[in-house]
């Protein structure tokens, strides 16, 4: 069975900061994804990392995927209220299950103004 | 409409009741998902399926079946819900055509088994 290990679980934090989430496996993933929920609605994709060693920036955001993809880093610069929600990193099978996501604990957000 | 649909959004359900979730989608994708979500836990996997006759166990499937009645259609069953069940249910559908192609998710329902 792969497992996500995401880390911190909560996060609470002033409007200005700096936070970065942690996603870690003994598995390999064909890619890594990651989502941000708010109450009441489904998950949301924010991004797709493939290669080992990718950096992508959305906006504040920057994800990172570890060579070995085997974990990955979400960063936010300067954090606003409207960041606040629960963020879930998700790893992508491979082979035979291609498609199916194995899903981290999630890290519930709050930024306060 | 919303590109996946489930139905219904909140169920209060007696301890030994039979239920059924409904989920359905208009993305055209073959492969569609249940999963689970308790505070901590993330999501889990109940049921996957890749194509109409194709169906598949996932993690926590114990006291849960499936039926995929279309491509468009996969519902839930919880043949006698006990109260461990209460949760928020999650249907999904994705095809990774697109390797950069996420799932899109329903909405939830939100179970409470008394």
């Known amino acids: 069975t792969q497992l996500l290990e995401q880390s911190p679980q909560f996060l609470s934090i002033q409007e200005g900061e700096n936070l970065t989430v942690y996603c870690n496996s003994s598995?390999?993933?064909?890619?890594l994804q990651w989502y941000r929920q708010e109450p009441g609605e489904g998950p949301v994709l924010l991004v797709t990392?493939?290669?080992?060693?990718e950096v992508k920036k959305l906006k504040r955001l920057t994800f990172q995927f570890g060579d070995a993809r085997k974990d990955s880093s979400l960063h936010i610069t300067a954090a606003q209220p409207g960041d606040t929600g629960l963020y879930l990193c998700?790893?992508?099978?491979?082979?035979?299950?291609?498609?199916?996501?194995?899903f981290g604990q999630g890290t519930i957000l709050t930024v306060h103004p | 409409d919303a590109d996946v649909t489930q139905t219904p959004r909140n169920r209060i359900t007696k301890t030994g009741k039979r239920i059924m979730l409904e989920c359905s989608q208009t993305k055209g994708h073959d492969r569609m998902y249940w999963y689970r979500q308790d505070p901590g836990l993330g999501l889990r996997l109940i049921y996957y399926?890749?194509?109409?006759?194709?169906?598949n166990k996932g993690e926590i499937s114990d006291g849960y079946s499936v039926s995929r009645q279309a491509q468009a259609k996969f519902s839930l069953s919880l043949e006698s819900a006990i109260p461990n069940q209460t949760a928020l249910y999650f249907c999904?559908?994705?095809?990774?055509?697109?390797?950069?192609?996420?799932?899109?998710f329903g909405s939830g329902t939100r179970l409470t088994v008394v």
């Open positions: 399926s890749f194509d109409v006759k194709d169906i």
């Open positions: 998700a790893g992508v099978s491979g082979g035979t299950s291609y498609g199916k996501l194995t």
């Open positions: 999904a559908t994705g095809d990774f055509r697109d390797e950069l192609e996420g799932y899109t």
């Open positions: 598995s390999v993933f064909s890619s």
């Open positions: 990392v493939v290669t080992g060693g």
